[in-house]
Structure formats: structure tokens, C-alpha cells
């Protein structure tokens, strides 16, 4: 296989134990049902030894994943990509998606909230600050890219196994309508994959979700688009293997 992209030549990986599990029924928004079902099916995997990938719910599946791969043997860390700051338990009566599963350290910050718009609750700032975890907004990353990058980066390099979760309302409306909420000022889908290809979770990604893809809302199909886009760029090495040309 050819990326166009990049120049660089790569072939599919051969899988021995790759395996699709099929769709979950989920009427309307993800139930706490749901999440106990994905965090059943999240932990055989990991038991398993395998890499968790979940795609589609809405943003509070990822809380089944995070319960799911916690299997307390080591320390996980949560990056979101996300419009809005994800958090444990409930903040001003609104439950709140993400599940941190341990506290900051002097080398390690257990969150990552990335893409961050819009007006945000107050208490949902000051539990990031609490917990020591770490916000870069959507004008962070048009403005100070590189930086935002550099931000990225360091935070994988402090945690050992990060679980990543990528809302698809972190793009903005007018790129990707497929998204159930409206987000002004979001992120590019060209920048957002444009971030995952540079950044390298490889070595430290412990699952991943991609949620809030909702095909029916969007005709072009470029909402579905983005989220294969994601998938590839997270696991990139592990689909691929680079070959010499």
C-alpha cells in the first residue's frame, strides 16, 4: 500500500488473531447498560491480550471502555479529543463521560483534554486543575500548533498506557455535520488527522474509541470519512509495516 500522503511505502500487516465483534444495539443514547456491556466485552479483550477499538455511541461509550481496560495492574491516562472537557461522575447534576483512573504525579498528568471550544462549565476546569490534568483549546492548536504538538507529545511519553478517545464533534459543524451537536470553531478534519499522524501513541495506546459518528446526519459522508481517517492515523503501526523502496 501506497500513503499518498506522507511518500512513505508501507504493506498491511498480517493479523492472527484480529476480530470484529459486531455491533452493540443501542437505542438512542448509550445507557449505563450499555456502558457495563462495553466494559464486559473491553475487559475479555484485554485479558486476551488484545488492543480494544471501538467505534460509534455516543461520547459516554468511551466510559465503558476506561472501565473495561482498567485492569489496576498499571496506571492508565486518558487523552480526549474532544469540543467539550470530559470527566468523572457528575458536574452540576450533567454526568460526565471519562472515568480518570489516577490522580497527577510529578511525572505524569492522567488527562488530556485536546480541541477543547465553547463556553465550558467552571467546576469541569477546576476538576482538570484538581486532578493535575492538562486542557489545550481548539484556538491552541490554530494558533500555537507546534506547541500544542509538543504538549501532546510529552504527555505520552510520561504515561505508559494511554487510552485515547476521539469525539467526532471536536471537528467543526461545517466540516463534518454528521456530529449530533453543533461545534463553531472546531478543529478541521485535515487538522485533526493531520495531529494523530504526527503525534506517535503507538507504543502506548491501550484502546481506542471513536464516538459520535452519526452517518444518517450527514449526506456527503465526509463525517464517516473522518472517523476511517482517525482509525488509520491511531493505528497506523499496527495495521502497517514501514518497507524499503
Known amino acids: 500500500m501506497v500513503d499518498l500522503s506522507s511518500g512513505r511505502t508501507k504493506q498491511l500487516r498480517e493479523f492472527g488473531g484480529s476480530l470484529d465483534l459486531g455491533d452493540l444495539e443501542c437505542d438512542g443514547q448509550v445507557s449505563t447498560t450499555d456502558i457495563e456491556h462495553i466494559a464486559q466485552v473491553t475487559a475479555a479483550i484485554v485479558a486476551a491480550g488484545g488492543l480494544p477499538v471501538l467505534l460509534g455511541g455516543d461520547h459516554r461509550a468511551f466510559e465503558g471502555l476506561v472501565r473495561g481496560a482498567d485492569d489496576s495492574s ?48 467552571s467546576t469541569a476546569w477546576d476538576a482538570v ?74 507504543g502506548s495506546l491501550a484502546g481506542v474509541a471513536v464516538t459520535n459518528v452519526a452517518p444518517k446526519l450527514d449526506a456527503r459522508g465526509l463525517t464517516e470519512l473522518a472517523a476511517t481517517e482517525v482509525l488509520l492515523a491511531l493505528l497506523d503501526c499496527h495495521l502497517f509495516n514501514e518497507i524499503a523502496v
Open 74 to 121: 498499571n496506571a492508565l491516562a486518558i487523552i480526549s479529543f474532544s469540543d467539550k472537557i470530559a470527566l468523572p461522575a457528575a458536574i452540576d447534576a450533567v454526568p460526565m463521560p471519562l472515568a480518570t483512573l489516577a490522580t497527577a504525579t510529578d511525572d505524569r498528568c492522567p488527562l488530556l483534554c485536546v480541541g477543547v471550544n465553547g463556553l465550558q462549565s
Open 129 to 202: 486543575v484538581r486532578i493535575g490534568g492538562r486542557i489545550i483549546s481548539a484556538d491552541e492548536l490554530y494558533e500555537t500548533r507546534q506547541q500544542a504538538l509538543e504538549t501532546i507529545d510529552l504527555f505520552i511519553e510520561q504515561n505508559e498506557s494511554c487510552l485515547c478517545c476521539v469525539d467526532l464533534e471536536v471537528v467543526d459543524s461545517g466540516h463534518a455535520a454528521g456530529t449530533p451537536s453543533v461545534n463553531v470553531g472546531g478543529l478541521t478534519p485535515e487538522q485533526l488527522i493531520d495531529i494523530l499522524s504526527e503525534i506517535d501513541i503507538s
